[in-house]
C-alpha cells in the first residue's frame, strides 16, 4: 500500500514495454502518481519486502494504491487507472462491452512482445557496449567488471523469462500483427472502433517491427535501427505509421515516459 499522501506508487523497469502500457494508462486517465525506477540488482528483495510477495515469479510494473493493495499486471494498473481517473470528460478505456475483448487484445500484444524482448536479449549477448548501457551510472567504469556484471544481468532476465522466450516466434508474431492490420482497416483506424486500451497495447506491440522515434523516445538513431526488424518492417510498414499517429493523437504530452524495447 502507498504511504506517499494517497498516491500510488509505480514501480517499473526503465525502457520496458509493460511499464510503457502501464504509465500510458495512468497519464491518459490523469492518474497522479510517483514512479520509482526498478533495478534488478539491488531492488529484488526491497521489491518483495515491499509488495509481500515472498514466492514466485516477480515481474514489474508493480501499483502500489492507497486503499486497493497491490496490483502486479499492466493489464490490471490499466483498469485500476481506467476506475480512478481524474476527469469525468476522459472516455473510459475498457468500455463494459469491449472488456473481454480488450483482454484478447492485450494478450495478442504479450505475443508480439515476447518476441521482442527475445531480440532484445540476443541483441545485448551480442553486443557488450549496449549491455554496459543499462548498468547504472557508478557501475559503468568498473572495466572488465562492469561488463560481467551485465552478462550477469543478462542471464538473469533470460532464465527469468525462459517460459515466454521459448514460445515465442517471429510466425506468432506475424499472425497478430496481420490481425491488427485487419482490425483497424475494419474499425476505422482503430481496434475496436474507439480509443480503448486495446489501442494502447497494440501501439506498444508494434514496437517489435520498429521502436517509435522523437519525440516519444530517448534511444539514439543507432539504437533504434539496432532494434529494428528489417523483414517486420517490409511486411508492416503501415502498422509503423498506424502507431506514430496513435502515439501523435494520444500518448499523453505531459508524459516523461522512455517509449523503447521490450525487456
Known amino acids: 500500500m502507498s504511504k506517499n499522501g494517497g498516491k500510488p506508487e509505480l514501480v517499473g523497469l526503465l525502457g520496458s514495454a509493460w511499464t510503457l502500457k502501464a504509465r500510458w494508462a495512468l497519464k491518459s486517465q490523469e492518474v497522479k ?23 514466485g515469479q516477480l515481474t514489474t510494473p508493480i501499483l502500489f494504491t492507497p486503499n486497493d493493495g497491490v496490483l502486479f499486471e499492466s493489464f490490471d494498473i490499466a483498469q485500476w487507472a481506467d476506475d480512478h481517473g481524474n476527469t469525468a470528460s476522459t472516455p473510459s478505456l475498457f468500455p463494459a462491452d469491449k472488456v473481454e475483448d480488450i483482454r484478447r487484445w492485450n494478450e495478442a500484444s504479450d505475443t508480439a512482445l515476447y518476441f521482442a524482448r527475445a531480440q532484445v536479449y540476443k541483441l545485448l549477448a551480442q553486443n557488450r557496449a549496449a549491455r554496459v548501457s543499462l548498468l547504472p551510472p557508478f557501475m559503468k567504469a568498473l572495466g572488465p567488471l562492469a561488463d ?27 499472425a497478430v500483427l496481420k490481425s491488427l492490420r485487419a482490425a483497424i482497416e475494419e474499425n476505422n483506424g482503430y481496434v475496436l472502433g474507439s ?51 496513435i502515439f501523435q493523437k494520444h500518448f499523453p504530452k505531459c508524459a516523461s515516459v522512455l517509449a523503447a524495447a521490450a525487456v
Open 195 to 245: 480509443f480503448t486500451y486495446a489501442d494502447i497495447t497494440m501501439a506498444v506491440a508494434v514496437q517489435v517491427v520498429a521502436p517509435v522515434g522523437p519525440p516519444f523516445t530517448k534511444l539514439s538513431d543507432d539504437r533504434r535501427e539496432d532494434l529494428t526488424n528489417h523483414e517486420l518492417q517490409a511486411e508492416f510498414g503501415d502498422l509503423l505509421t498506424w502507431r506514430d499517429a
Open 33 to 55: 502518481y510517483n514512479f520509482i525506477p526498478y533495478s534488478p540488482i539491488f531492488g529484488a528483495y526491497w521489491l518483495r519486502y515491499k509488495s509481500g510477495k515472498w514466492s
Open 148 to 174: 560481467a556484471v551485465s552478462s550477469w544481468m543478462l542471464w538473469q532476465f533470460s532464465s527469468k523469462y525462459a517460459d515466454t522466450t521459448s514460445t515465442a516466434s517471429i510466425d506468432k508474431t506475424r
